[in-house]
Nanobody
Framework: VQLQASGGGLVQAGGSLRLSCAAS????????MGWFRQAPGKEREFVAA?????????????DVADSVKGRFTISRDNAKNTGSLQMNSLKPEDTAVYYC??????????????????WGQGTQVTVSS
């Protein structure tokens, strides 16, 4: 199993970035996904999560941290085995290494790193003021 995060970079406050997570070696459509971030000297924290398909009609449950609500959006494209995190109105406090993660189990939202089975290598996001 491999998760490859990309899309990070340096952006000014108020700008946008779109992170991608390319998955291989797993049946991506049956995995819940999450994004976490870790700033220097801080613990890894939950950013956003999305379940795999719930029911016969394509429906995914999503959740984002309060600190990014209204600014970040999580999505997935099972046909491309890719998850995404659209980040708008970025702030300096969003600066961190961002990690994507995947977990097995029923469609459900989990916000703790230990709930996740697989991790990407991380991509640096730096927001200048």
């Amino acid at each position: 199993v491999q998760l490859q995060a990309s899309g990070g970079g340096l952006v000014q406050a108020g700008g946008s970035l779109r992170l991608s997570c390319a998955a291989s070696g797993l049946t991506f459509s049956r995995y819940n996904m999450g994004w976490f971030r870790q700033a220097p000297g801080k613990e890894r924290e939950f950013v956003a999560a999305i379940t795999w398909n719930i029911g016969r009609i394509r429906y995914y449950e999503t959740d984002v941290a309060d600190s990014v609500k209204g600014r970040f959006t999580i999505s997935r494209d099972n046909a491309k085995n890719t998850g995404s995190l659209q980040m708008n109105s970025l702030k300096p406090e969003d600066t961190a290494v961002y990690y994507c993660a995947a977990r097995t189990g029923p469609p459900s939202i989990r916000k703790l790193p230990e709930n996740y089975d697989y991790w990407g290598q991380g991509t640096q996001v730096t927001v200048s003021s």
